[in-house]
């Protein structure tokens, strides 16, 4: 089901203001664009028109152009972030904590617990949930292809109901 988040209109980070809004099938060719620029194991660009039916497809706009993108799902009190992407050009400056801060904060309006699966060897990614106040759950043993071999999944879970971007 696609459900609607209330974002706010602009965030600031080093004096640049970033623009939160959702993405629609016009945006799809920069947004594959950027996936596929940016993410290691790019989705491809039919997963992504078929979540603008069934989940909510979000992004961040820098100057006109989309930097930052996500995919959660919704199902009766818990949301899953099913995709997470910073531009490869922004990665590393604190845009990843201040936009999943900002899905959170609005995730919160419709779920209790916020949910998401990472592989093992993105020590980024790993890391920013980790700072923002996710907490390993679980784990996927071999869940994901990895060239010849595979790794697993991470399971990580964020109490929407306690949680502030301030805690
Ligand atoms: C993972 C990702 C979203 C992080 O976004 P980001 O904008 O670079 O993150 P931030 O700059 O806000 O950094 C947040 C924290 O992540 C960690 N981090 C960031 N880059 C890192 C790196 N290259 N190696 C290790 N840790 C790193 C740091 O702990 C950092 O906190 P700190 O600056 O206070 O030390 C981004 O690298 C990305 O889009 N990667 C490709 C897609 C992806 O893997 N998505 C997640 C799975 S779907």
């Not at 290691?40 to 979540?51: A, I, K």
């Not at 990614?125 to 697993?152: C, H, I, M, T, W």
Request: with cysteine; charged share 15%; hydrophobic share 45%.
């Amino acid at each position: 089901m696609s459900v609607e988040l209330t974002l706010p209109v602009s965030v600031d980070l080093h004096g640049g203001a970033f623009n939160a809004a959702p993405f629609g099938t016009g945006d799809l060719p920069a947004i594959f664009a950027l996936e596929q620029r940016s993410h290691s194991h790019p989705w491809t660009l039919e997963n992504l028109r078929s979540s603008l039916t069934s989940h909510t497809c979000v992004g961040l706009q820098y100057q006109g152009e989309w930097v930052a993108h996500a995919v959660l799902s919704f199902v009766v009190g818990e949301a899953e972030l099913l995709l997470f992407v910073i531009d490869k050009n922004w990665q590393g400056r604190g845009l990843g904590t201040l936009f999943l801060e900002m899905l959170a904060q609005a995730a919160k309006q419709k779920a209790q617990t916020l949910f998401l699966e990472v592989r093992a060897s993105n020590a980024a990614a790993v890391a920013l949930y980790e700072k923002v106040g996710f907490n390993q759950v679980g784990v996927r043993p071999g869940y994901y292809p990895a060239g010849s071999r595979r790794e697993d999944a991470l399971l990580y879970a964020l109490d929407l109901t306690f949680w502030s971007a301030d805690s």
